[in-house]
């Protein structure tokens, strides 16, 4: 009886990941939030058991808040000072210390002019997140709306979007799940659902700043995630190279993610971006929504974030996990 009840609660549970886009709660006003973290080991069957892959595990942390609607993280970023800021899909950004430290958190919700109409009163759904290398200014992408918006880092002000045509015809609910900020200032889009050739995914790949009316058009490429999986999150390691988060839900594994690696020297109109896994969060790892990546410097060390969205579910955490990345892969 258990695990049929366990099976129906995660099949109601999928339905309702794939219509979450219409299923949140309204998102709290800006205000300070109180995070509680409570430290996890990464494999529940060995907890000596310390690595997934090539990724060195030096902590995780499940993550719940103490006011309103705390949750629903999609993407994050890490601020110059340490602190993380979490982008829920409702258009709130979190701010808080690295678990273990000490200090309060803060939710700021981020403004947008709605560029058309829509069928949802507020249309928000901000699945992605990239920041320029002297933290002045921030992207994020609006999956229901499909435009990208820029703020400056404090937070103040309504953000300067735009629309393309090229991701008009993308999945409302499967769109604009990825973006990075190169070096140079290109920006790399990948959307979630969007098919391509060869079973791939659309990327697109701007020339510069995508908000801004002098950026020509992109061009297009494709990604190919591991079969059954969507690119969920991408994120500029060094070295000409990405990493591209991927999850997928079954009946049987629940949430899964992969982490694929994608080089980018041979990027060009029509390109097809392969890469390969190197590494899987399955259990008996810890297993969730994971949605996010950000990439930390400290002292030397390539420090890799990964986060998951609730999507408000009572069977969901929000779950945030640290790996030091090798040198090279």
């Known amino acids: 009886m258990r695990w049929m009840i366990a099976i129906i609660v995660i099949g109601f549970g999928m339905v309702l990941l794939a219509t979450s886009t219409v299923t949140k709660p309204s998102r709290p006003g800006s205000g300070p939030v109180t995070i509680a973290a409570t430290p996890l080991v990464l494999d ?49 950004m979190f701010t808080f210390p690295q678990p273990m ?18 069928w949802m009163p507020r249309p928000t759904d901000s699945e992605s997140i990239v920041a320029d290398p002297e933290f002045r200014h921030i992207w994020v992408g609006y999956e229901m709306v499909e435009v990208i918006c820029r703020y400056t ?7 300067k979007c735009r629309a393309w045509p090229e991701m008009e015809g993308w999945p409302e609910a499967e769109s604009l799940e990825s973006m990075v900020r190169l070096p140079d200032g290109r920006f790399l889009v990948i959307a979630e659902g969007e098919p ?30 591991p079969p059954g999986y969507n690119p969920t999150d991408a994120l500029w390691i060094g070295d000409n190279q990405i990493l591209v988060l991927n999850r997928r839900a079954t ?31 399955a259990p008996p790892l810890l297993s969730d929504n994971y949605e996010g990546l950000a990439l930390e410097q400290r002292n030397g060390q390539r420090i890799l974030w990964v986060v998951s969205d609730d999507n408000y579910l009572f069977f969901q955490r929000t779950l945030l996990l640290k790996f030091a990345l090798p040198e090279h892969f």
């Open 153 to 159: 880092t404090d937070l103040a002000h309504i953000g």
């Open 251 to 281: 009946l049987y594994d629940g949430f899964t993610a992969v982490i694929k690696l994608i080089d980018l020297s041979a990027m060009k109109p029509g390109a097809v971006l392969g890469g390969r896994e190197i590494a899987r969060l």
């Open 196 to 225: 391509s050739r060869d079973g791939g995914r659309a990327v697109l790949l701007f020339s510069g700043d995508p908000v801004e009316k002098t950026t020509p058009r992109p061009i297009h490429m494709t990604y190919i995630p």
């Open 101 to 118: 430290s000490p200090g309060l958190g803060q939710a700021t919700v981020l403004r947008y002019k709605k560029p058309r109409k829509h």
């Open 44 to 92: 529940s069957d060995d907890p000596s058991q310390t690595r997934a892959g090539p990724l060195q595990y030096l902590g995780g942390w499940e993550l719940k808040g103490r006011r309103g609607l705390f949750g629903g993280l999609s993407s994050m970023l890490i601020r110059p000072d340490g602190k993380i800021w979490a982008l829920s899909d409702g258009g709130v």
